[in-house]
Structure formats: C-alpha cells, structure tokens
C-alpha cells in the first residue's frame, strides 16, 4: 500500500512538474519576446523549430517531423508527417494509399498524414542544440525588427551612449539597437569614451551578413543642417529653408538660407538673440566657426554672398561650365581664398560653382594683355592703325570672322567711323576670312578628311583641319568619338557639348542607314 501511495505520488510530480514546464515555457517566450523587442508568435515558432530538430537528431533525419506549441497552454505536439502516393520513393516521407486508407478512408494521392510521437526527452546535447537554434532564429528576428525600424530613419539626428571605443569606432547603443560612428565620421580633435552621450546624424541603414547596419555621422553636412532645424523653430515650420550646406568639420562651415516670409530675416533668425541658437549648434560641433549666408537665385549675387567675409568687385560667369570668375580688391584677396583656401573651397562647395579668384591689379594686366593681343591681330591681318584696331577691340570685336559678319549699318554707327571706313573694314575682314578658308580648306583636302565630313551642318575649314591633324578624317572616325573628345580636340572655346553630340549623332547616321534595308528585307 505504502509503495502504491508512493508511485501514485511520483507520477502526480512529474505530471506537476510537466505544467510547470509549458507553462514556464510560455512565460520565457513572453519573457524574451519583451526584452529583445520581437513578437512573441517569433519566439515560438523559434522554440518549435528547435524541437522540430531534437526530434529529427533522435527519430531520424530523413523524416518530416514537425512541432506545434499551442499558445494558450504551451502542449508541445510532436508529429511525423507523410505524403500518399501510388509509388513509393522514400519510406521515410511517403505511403503508400491502400496504407494511408487502411488510416484514413478519406485519403488521396497527394495528402498529408500525421502521427503523433511521444515527446522527446531533452539530453544535454538535445537541450543545448535546442539553445542554439532558439538563440539564433531570436537573434535573426531581432535583427530584422532592428532593420525595419530603422530603415527609414535615415535622414534622423539620435542621441545614444557610447559602448564601446575600438581603433577610433565607436558602438553607440540607441536603447533598442546598436549604431556604429567610424573614426572618419567623427570630428576631428573629439574623443569618447565608454558612458559618454552622444547625438549623430543617421546617414546610411543596410543590411550585411553580421546583421543591419546603422552608420552615424558628425562631419555629415545634413548634421548641421538638422542641428539648427532643433534649434530654430522657423526652420522646423518651414518658414526658413536651408538650401545649401558646405562644411570643413570641425573648422569652419557656410550655411544657405532663404525665408518664405518677406517679413522674416533668415540670417537674424538663425542667429538668434545675441546669437543663441547659432552658438547651441556651434558648441555641438567643437566650436566649429558657421557663416550663415542669404541663399540667391542669381549665381552672381550667391557667389558674393558665399564669399563673405571678403568683398567682391566684379563676377565674370561662364554658365556652360559652370565657372566664376571673382574679381576683388588687392587686399582683400588673403580674405576671399581663406586659410589653405578654406574660404574660396567652402564657397564652391555651397554653391557648386568653380570659382576663380583674381585681384583687380591682376584682371586689369590680364584685360591690358587681351587689348594688345586682340589689337595686333586686327593691325595684321586687316592693315589698319593700331587707333582703328583699339576701336574694334572697344567695340567688342575679338576675331576678325565677328567684323566680316557684323552688318554694315552697324559698323558705321561706331563713333570715329563713317560709311567709307565701315565698308572698307567689312571688305578687308571678308577678303581675309576668304583668303583664310582658302588656305585651310587646301590644308584639310592634303589631310584626307574626307567630303562627307565636310559636309556635316556646323563644319567649317578650320574645325576639319583640327580634325585631320588628329586623325578623324572619315565618318566612322567621327562617329567612334565621344563629345568630350571632338570639343578637346575643336577647342572647348569653339563648340558646345551639345553642338559636338549632334555632329557626332550626323556622322554616325549612316550606320543606321545601314541597319534600315536588312530590317525591311527581314520583314518582307
């Protein structure tokens, strides 16, 4: 009797001991799904996946076995699944239907039966293999929740704390994830260390094989950006607007900005009272020096703005390249260039213009120089005075083809010249571009540039000679070149990209031409 009490009592334990278990396996799913921020249906289904390979490593691993957990009770169903069919190819997967009917009346070809096994009882190896698989389909969950959080967080200022300094990278812990801030996207002079807080600007969220990725920046320009959005509430309600932001981290940085209120100053705005808001956003930088420019449509007036603090006397733009030439007073040149060139290069990189910067002394030798040479041409090949020549070049008159092309009554406006002098001029500049193009094109006939380049739209005696001198003489010559090459080799002063891509797109025609009779023969 004592015996029977005392089995009855061992199997009341065990049975005890078993609801403990799924229940307590419930509690550490919810337990896990909460501290590592994942759903708890993932948890589960990671714990069935970890039981599912305990029961293969024990019944074998050529059958389908399969684990459910019901999520109310935490009963752990363990179940060998098989397919019906007509042959059997695998024993271990399949039955055959007269089997699977002998079970199930209502069994076809194709379906599905299962088996429940008894539940497995975990070794050491089982339990720690069941760990592994738990621990890593967690992870790759986490992982995942991690990703699509951040994500499209790109663009974000965060605050973190660090967690670790290696070789200059720093881990910084966001609270539900990890970011890393490398040695190149830090200020230059600032270190961290461990504990230390941290706010960055979040500028790329990807995946990789050791899990999502977030980089941080300090030096990114959008960082500074962001930065005065949290301090000036005018730009947070888009009353200002920064266009345009250049930066030298930790140095010195230019900041564009325009108001969408013609009430509003940006510039004062961005200030602030006694400079508040600025000074909040320079201390974030390391003191890094900000000069908060008035952004303008007009190239010119954007150019001079970026070049604060230097003055500026006059712009020269040459749209095409997007080139500009600045020209100012001597003693301000030190100031416009800036320490190493910090000043001009920060200018450039705000407006995205190539800025040059000369001194009036310099312009003026540069502008004596282009009168003596313009000057001497005109004397030579027109032989005039050097009064009648200055008087061209005045005029604006740079090559002797713009005298034979200007009209007549034109040329016998200028002050200091009557009807007699303009026509005589007129008649000497088309006599030598006569006597010119007569030369050049007995020059291009000698080079072998063939007629059918000559007789391109846009082509003329002096642009085929170039041509022959470098070897282009025949279409598929041309054809075979990019517009890059054909305005090196023409001169990027002669021709636009866009005139050199059409002739190139004229001399590549025939090919296509070609191309046209196989396509209709190929059709017909």
């Given at each position: 009797m004592a015996s029977r009490k005392a089995a009855v009592s061992e199997e009341a334990k065990i049975e005890n001991t078993t609801a403990y278990n799924r229940i307590e396996m419930l509690q550490v799913a919810d337990a896990v799904a909460r501290e590592k921020g994942i759903e708890r249906e993932q948890v589960l289904?990671?714990?069935?996946?970890?039981?599912?390979?305990?029961?293969?490593?024990?019944?074998?691993?050529?059958?389908?076995?399969?684990?459910?957990?019901?999520?109310?009770?935490?009963?752990?169903?363990?179940?060998?699944?098989?397919?019906?069919?007509?042959e059997i190819e695998n024993e271990a997967t399949q039955i055959r239907i007269a089997d699977a009917q002998a079970q199930n009346p209502d069994a076809k070809v194709g379906d599905f039966l299962s088996e429940s096994l008894p539940p497995i009882d975990f070794?050491?190896?089982?339990?720690?293999?069941?760990?592994?698989?738990?621990?890593?389909?967690?992870?790759?969950?986490e992982r995942e929740r991690q990703f699509n959080e951040y994500k499209d967080r790109t663009g974000e200022i965060v605050n973190g704390i660090v967690k670790r300094v290696e070789f200059g990278n720093v881990t910084v812990d966001l609270g539900r994830a990890e970011a890393i801030l490398r040695r190149d996207e830090c200020i230059p002079r600032e270190s961290f260390k461990a504990s230390d807080r941290v706010r960055a600007y979040i500028y790329d969220v990807?995946?990789?094989?050791?899990?999502?990725?977030?980089?941080?920046?300090?030096?990114?320009?959008?960082?500074?950006?962001?930065?005065?959005?949290?301090?000036?509430?005018?730009?947070?309600?888009?009353?200002?607007?920064?266009?345009?932001?250049?930066?030298?981290?930790?140095?010195r940085a230019k900041i564009a900005v325009v108001s969408n209120d013609s009430s509003i100053d940006p510039v004062g705005a961005c200030v602030g009272m006694r400079g508040s808001r600025v000074q909040a956003v320079v201390a974030e930088l390391q003191g890094?020096?900000?000069?908060?420019?008035?952004w303008s449509n007009d190239p010119a007036t954007f150019v001079v703005n970026a070049l604060a603090p230097a003055e500026v006397s006059k712009v020269v733009l040459d749209e095409e390249a997007r080139r500009i030439e600045v020209v100012v007073p001597d003693d301000q040149l030190s100031l416009a260039i800036g320490r190493r060139g910090q000043n001009v290069r920060l200018a450039s990189m705000l407006t995205g213009w190539a800025i040059d910067i000369l001194t009036e002394k310099e312009e003026s030798e540069r502008r004596q120089e282009e009168f003596r040479t313009r000057s001497a041409l005109f004397v030579e090949a027109l032989d005039v005075d050097e009064v009648i020549a200055g008087l061209l070049v005045t005029e604006g008159f740079s090559k002797v083809e713009d005298l034979a092309a200007v009209p007549l009554d034109e040329l016998s406006a200028i002050e200091g010249f009557d009807d007699g002098v303009a026509h005589e001029l007129k008649a000497r500049a088309e006599a030598w571009v006569e006597k010119r193009d007569e030369e050049l094109t007995s020059r291009f006939?000698?080079?072998?540039?063939?007629?059918?380049?000559a007789a391109i739209e846009g082509m003329n005696p002096a642009r085929l000679v170039k041509l022959g001198e470098k070897g282009v003489k025949t279409l598929d010559d041309l054809g075979d070149l990019a517009g890059?090459?054909?305005?090196?080799?023409?001169?990027?002063?002669?021709?636009?990209?866009?005139?050199?891509?059409?002739?190139?797109m004229a001399a590549r025609a025939h090919w296509f031409a070609d191309e046209q009779p196989a396509e209709e023969q190929k059709q017909a």
């Open positions: 289904e990671a714990m069935e996946q970890a039981i599912q390979k305990a029961g293969r490593a024990k019944y074998g691993h050529e059958h389908d076995i399969r684990a459910h957990i019901d999520r109310s009770t935490g009963e752990i169903a363990l179940m060998r699944y098989r397919q019906v069919a007509e070794g050491r190896i089982a339990a720690q293999t069941a760990k592994q698989v738990i621990v890593q389909r967690v992870r790759e969950a990807r995946k990789e094989t050791r899990g999502p990725q977030i980089f941080l920046s300090r030096t990114h320009p959008q960082f500074m950006a962001k930065l005065f959005a949290q301090e000036v509430p005018e730009i947070y309600d888009g009353i200002i607007e920064i266009k345009a932001v250049a930066r030298d981290p930790g140095s890094e020096k900000i000069d908060i420019i008035p006939h000698e080079l072998g540039v063939a007629e059918d380049v890059d090459e054909l305005r090196e080799i023409l001169g990027a002063d002669d021709i636009d990209l866009d005139s050199a891509n059409a002739m190139i």
